[in-house]
């Protein structure tokens, strides 16, 4: 009888891999629903637009050389454009994250009954499972029938194991396309997972009930970005020629790390019942080539970049003077993609992409 539970969940585990989160789902519900809506699970061509519109225009593809597959579809086989994006399993099977210049690699666990995960006060622990029974017959099950846990791999209670596909990307140029500082990673305190997976209320597995889960809609730009508000500080003085404002990024990497983002702070200006916008300020890395902007895989350079930097308190200047009783409505968002780059990629009929989204607004009333 034990063999064959052993056989089922070995099983069940396989076909988590060929059916993404569908096995997943049985014993973690509220999780499967999250991460149906995330980019990791859209991370494929076939639901990216932004990442297939890159990709459409890839000089690779016409030599049917899918370079992207390690990170955007890692289950699938070397260079094949699959349906499937990233799945419970690429990520809870990452052992280590070997480091190289062009990118990082995961290297991935040859065991396929373990996965990884972190939990506090766990961290030596592996568990297996096994059913025993007392002397009065109460029987007591231990972990999963479906997978072991182990919680001893230290890289999963820091940033360290998104490192391997959110570290940098150098093009064919050796240019870093993308990069984002992996100091904050380490820290076991505040990395990438405490704030693009905040802990929620809900339990995490319907195995055994908690009251909290890690969030794995994996808050972000496309997802959830007003989870990402509170890292944003807004301040405002007057000043003798009008007044400042300073915005504060408190987050461990730039406001945006994506090269074809573009944030905007919007400031208007409101006295009595007149509403006036006042000048938008934008904020971006354009990388290009020969001080024009180009395609990632073309560029050489950083053309331009006056994005607002990890841990940076940037001061931006208004001409108008206030007055006593005027209120400033302060606005800071986002384009996906950058407005000027949207024909390019032919996406400039696409809704989504088009829209500003709003990341925090604010209400500042002079006296």
Request: proline share 3%; with cysteine.
């Amino acid at each position: 009888m034990k063999i064959l539970i052993y056989i089922l969940a070995l099983s069940s585990l396989l076909l988590a891999n060929a059916e993404d989160t569908a096995s997943c789902k049985k014993c973690h519900p509220t999780i499967a629903a999250e991460f149906a809506s995330s980019m990791h699970k859209k991370s494929s061509i076939y639901e990216d637009k932004v990442h297939k519109a890159v990709w459409d225009k890839h000089p690779a593809k016409a030599k049917g050389n899918y370079n992207c597959a390690e990170c955007h579809t890692p289950n699938a086989s070397s260079q094949e454009v699959s349906h499937e994006g990233i799945t419970c399993i690429s990520c809870h099977t990452i052992k280590s994250v070997e480091k190289h210049a062009a990118r990082n690699k995961n290297i991935n666990t040859t065991d396929k009954h373990t996965l990884f995960s972190a939990e506090k006060g766990r961290k030596s622990e592996v568990i297996k499972y096994k059913i025993t029974t007392s002397w009065w017959g109460k029987k007591t099950t231990v972990g999963s029938a479906y997978h072991d846990i182990d919680y001893s791999n230290k890289e999963y209670y820091t940033g360290e194991t998104c490192m391997g596909c959110h570290s940098h990307k150098q093009n064919s140029h050796q240019f870093d396309v993308c990069r984002t500082d992996d100091a904050g990673a380490k820290n076991e305190k505040e990395n990438c997972i405490t704030c693009h997976m905040p802990k929620i209320g809900g339990t995490a597995t319907t195995v055994r009930l908690s009251e909290t889960h890690a969030y794995h809609g994996f808050a972000g730009a496309r997802v959830e970005p007003r989870m990402l508000a509170k890292y944003v500080i807004f301040d405002l003085k007057k000043t003798t020629k009008g007044f400042e404002v300073t915005v504060e990024n408190k987050a461990p990497h730039e406001l945006m790390t994506h090269p074809l983002r573009v944030v905007q702070l919007k400031a208007t200006l409101i006295r009595g019942t007149k509403h006036t916008a006042l000048k938008t300020h934008s904020f971006a890395r354009t990388i290009g080539t020969q001080g024009k902007p180009s395609m990632p895989w073309l560029a050489t350079e950083v053309v331009s970049n006056n994005m607002i930097g990890s841990k940076e308190k940037r001061v931006v200047s208004f001409d108008e003077k206030l007055k006593s009783g005027d209120k400033v409505e302060l606005v800071i968002g986002f384009y996906v993609v950058n407005p000027k780059v949207l024909k390019k990629l032919n996406l400039q009929d696409d809704k989504e992409l088009t829209a500003f989204t709003v990341l925090k607004s604010q209400y500042f009333t002079i006296e």
